[in-house]
């Protein structure tokens, strides 16, 4: 049972960096592709970002690129999401998921988080 949860998710204000972690255990994490969604409320979830396995490739959604950064650390078993520069309209629940390869598509993805919440505030 591969299990995926999310920490780091809080109420700061426009312009304020944050930090999300995701631990995955159950599984052999190296070897997992991991991606970063959100969802707004009343909107579909979208793409954030991904990193390949194990080497750390990254690709982002245009919304975040250049604000935020994927990375991970193999023999923690967690991959985490920079969040700089954020703006109210980042307000969301981030997921993270694990797959077999480094897309932007969430039905490609096997295992999900529960979520952590991220407000920001203007």
């Known amino acids: 049972q591969v299990q995926l949860v999310e920490s780091g998710g809080g109420l700061v204000q426009a312009g304020d960096s944050l930090r999300l972690s995701c631990a995955v255990s159950?599984?052999?994490?190296?070897?997992?592709?991991m991606g970063w969604f959100r969802q707004a409320p009343g909107k579909e979830r979208e793409f954030v970002g991904t990193i390949s396995a194990p080497g750390g490739s990254t690709y982002y959604a245009i919304s975040a690129k250049g604000r935020f950064t994927i990375s991970r650390d193999n023999a923690k078993d967690t991959v985490y999401l920079q969040m700089n520069s954020l703006k109210p309209e980042d307000t969301a629940v981030y997921y993270c998921?694990?797959?077999?390869?480094?897309?932007?598509?969430?039905?490609?993805?096997?295992?999900w988080g529960r979520g952590t919440q991220v407000t920001v505030s203007s």
């Open positions: 998921a694990a797959g077999p390869f480094a897309i932007g598509s969430a039905r490609q993805y096997n295992y």
């Open positions: 159950g599984g052999t994490f190296s070897s997992y592709a």
